[in-house]
């Protein structure tokens, strides 16, 4: 009798939470900080390798103790995590200096790994690579700079190649012009719905004069909501000044547009239109 008698204790003690579907265990995992999550290969054979599969990935400093950790942890996530899993989520929060091989490499690894939504805030002496701004299965992207991007480091260059882009979140961000001040980065981005851009500036090339009036064109057929939030900070902040610029607005299916202190606050159902206003208008 003994023998059945601890047989049935150790089918009692019987690990069941292994023996949960992948999906749901990730499901679980998902919830947890990724630091947590990483430590669960340790459990058993059944979980070594089953972390690297998670489709969301979200790196926040603020979670670790020391920021030299965080930089060890994301440089050791980017070796170890390999495979051919897609990657659908990347959501990187790190305030002060960023070591920028390290999100390189991690920015390298979401762009062949069929990357969906980008979530980013760096801060204000980091330049974005250009691979951002070109990746083919991207739906969603949002991008701030703490603090304010004073020497225009962060930026948007003149072309976005976002065939699948559908929501985009400036604050704070560098939007580079051409030779003229002129700026028309979103009228590729074909299946783009909702734009945010929160206090971002023009950035210039040296050989245009202070003293011009940059454009920054929002020229887009399937937008439908827009919000253009201008609160730059007074020149006792930034040390310099913050050029000023005219929007130009040409969006045939837009349906909600906000802005700050302006007449033009929120409209609906305005079909189609055509605004200009200058942005030291929204002061």
Not at 150 to 157: A, E, L, N, Q
Not at 202 to 216: A, D, I, N
Not at 235 to 263: D, Q, W
Request: hydrophobic share 35%; proline share 7%.
């Amino acid at each position: 009798m003994a023998p059945i008698r601890r047989s049935r204790r150790l089918e009692g003690k019987r690990d069941r939470l292994s023996d949960l579907s992948d999906e749901i265990l990730l499901h679980i995992m998902s919830f947890m900080m990724i630091k947590d999550v990483v430590k669960t290969c340790i459990l058993s054979k059944r979980w070594q390798n089953l972390w690297k599969s998670l489709p969301d990935l979200i790196l926040h400093v603020s979670n670790f103790s020391n920021p030299l950790f965080f930089y060890e942890f994301v440089s050791g996530l980017v070796r170890c995590r390999g495979g051919i899993q897609p990657l659908r989520t990347l959501d990187f929060d790190r305030y002060g200096y960023v070591q920028p091989q390290i999100l390189n490499d991690l920015f390298q690894y979401a762009l062949l790994h069929d990357l969906q939504h980008l979530k980013i805030n760096v801060p204000y002496n980091f330049g974005l690579p250009n691979s951002i701004f070109s990746f083919q299965s991207l739906t969603s992207l949002h991008i701030s700079v703490s603090p304010y991007d004073i020497k225009k480091k962060t930026r948007v260059p003149l072309h976005l190649d976002l065939p699948e882009l559908v929501n985009l979140h400036l604050e704070k961000v560098g939007i580079s012009t051409d030779e003229n001040g002129h700026a028309k980065p979103f009228s590729t981005c074909n299946k783009l719905k909702i734009l945010s851009i929160e206090d971002c500036v023009l950035v210039y090339p040296s050989s245009l004069s202070p003293q011009e009036l940059g454009v920054l064109d929002i020229t887009n057929a399937t937008l439908t909501d827009l919000t253009i939030i201008d609160d730059t900070p007074p020149t006792y902040i930034t040390a310099v000044p913050i050029p000023r610029y005219k929007y130009v607005i040409c969006t045939p299916k837009l349906s909600s547009f906000t802005m700050n202190s302006s007449p033009f606050r929120t409209l609906h159902g305005q079909g189609g239109m055509t605004v200009e206003l200058h942005s030291s208008s929204l002061m």
